[in-house]
């Protein structure tokens, strides 16, 4: 009865050991916030770790020692001074152990490690009080041992999660989560490596207006157009002299609206370098309360404009109607097969269309096929790139216009 004891006593500290080391510290750290009673003595114990394995490394080797002590003697007693049968004795003392104190409770510790800790976090905290100076004995060995080899404890932030750890648990955590959140906090870990020029409206795609234009042009213009915010330039669209809000001027009279107005109202442009990281820019924005800017290279050349909603939709998704003259970036045909507008953004597209198009290159599907010819194709050329058979439909202006992509099962 007694040897049971301490094999049922060592397969508790098995137990607990194991499940102490493999339990969700960030599933008991929201337990205890709510106050669960267990899950606040499991914190206790995870946070003084020296303590806690010396107290179950102590009560486990005491046991262990006790049930080898009571195998011999019972051998003794039940054999006398046959060799053979205490030899016999102490192996299946040690295979007991090996099964009922050491694998079995570790396997189901690992399996139910959460629960296993719970129950065992009260008497391991009354052991830990019951045999403190022996812990406080041993843990003194131990880091005076630690500091003749040279090495260093490192209790500070062991538990920290680096960005892509955080990225991979919520990958992993999906079902838990509502796909929509899911998709959005996912969106959130790719702003530092999506930059501007992934997302923003290319220079050739940009309305904007022109002072030098004749007045009822520019009034036409300005009754007619599609955005909230408009750049505005003279004689040269790369040259950029400021922004318009449209809210503001619509208040006028047709008549009032004139060049000299448009250059009372409107706001000094905003500039920013491109490859400029998304989250990066959103701070910018946030801090000078600006809504859209400019995007320029090197060379100070104007690229394009990105507004605070290119960036706000790719963590929620699109939330905004296009403007017709940007026409359709995607027709499906009869035959299963895909009309593209050359200048369609890769990330864009595979996030649509699951594909896998290289994103480290090229922004567009057009840049992204010159820079496989190293040459403008000509219509009807037909090639694959990443898996995908693409065929060129129209070319015009020195780019490509129209893509074909023949993806059946997309």
Not at 39 to 51: E, S
Not at 156 to 166: D, F, I, M, V
Not at 274 to 296: D, G, H, M, Y
Request: charged share 20%.
């Amino acid at each position: 009865m007694a040897l049971a004891l301490c094999l049922a006593t060592s397969a508790f500290f098995s137990g607990a050991e194991t499940a102490m080391m493999a339990v969700n510290r960030y599933k008991i750290a929201s337990k205890a916030r709510l106050g669960h009673l267990a899950a606040i003595r499991t914190q206790k114990l995870l946070k003084q770790t020296d303590q806690l394995l010396s107290v179950i490394l102590i009560g486990n080797t005491l046991i262990n020692t006790a049930s080898a002590t009571l195998s011999t003697l019972i051998a003794h007693r039940l054999f006398a001074s046959n060799n053979f049968a205490l030899g016999a004795a102490t192996l299946l003392v040690a295979l007991a152990i090996l099964i009922f104190s050491e694998a079995t409770p570790k396997v189901l510790a690992a399996n139910y490690s959460e629960s296993f800790a719970y129950k065992a976090s009260f008497p391991l905290l009354i052991l830990l009080r019951i045999l403190y100076p022996a812990v406080w004995l041993v843990n003194l060995f131990v880091s005076g041992l630690i500091k003749v080899l040279h090495l260093k404890k490192n209790n500070e932030n062991q538990h920290a999660l680096s960005p892509e750890e955080l990225r991979l648990l919520v990958l992993e955590s999906g079902r838990y989560i509502e796909k929509k959140h899911h998709t959005i906090l996912l969106n959130l870990f790719e702003l530092g490596s999506i930059t501007v020029d992934d997302v923003m409206t290319p220079r050739h795609q940009i309305e904007s207006i022109d002072l030098d234009a004749p007045t009822d042009e520019i009034r036409k213009q300005i009754f007619t157009c599609h955005h909230t915010r408009l750049p505005v330039y003279s004689g040269n669209p790369d040259n950029i002299t400021g922004i318009l809000h449209i809210r503001k001027i619509l208040s006028l009279k047709e008549d009032e609206i004139d060049q000299i107005r448009l250059r009372e109202v409107m706001r000094p442009p905003y500039f920013i370098p491109s490859s400029t990281p998304l989250f990066t820019q959103l701070q910018n924005f946030q801090e000078n309360k600006r809504r859209i800017a400019v995007v320029v290279d090197e060379y100070g050349e104007m690229q394009g404009l990105v507004t605070l909603e290119d960036i706000l939709e790719q963590v929620v998704g699109e939330f905004t109607t296009n403007a017709p003259v940007q026409g359709a970036k995607a027709l499906r045909q009869p035959d299963g097969s895909i009309l593209l507008d050359g200048a369609s953004s890769l990330r864009e597209l595979n996030r649509k269309l699951c594909l896998a198009f290289p994103v480290d290159g090229p922004k567009t599907l057009n840049g992204l096929i010159l820079e496989h010819f190293e040459d403008i194709p000509d219509a009807g050329t037909c090639l694959v790139l990443a898996g995908q058979r693409i065929e060129i439909v129209q070319t015009q202006d020195r780019s490509i216009r129209v893509i074909r992509l023949y993806a059946q099962d997309i």
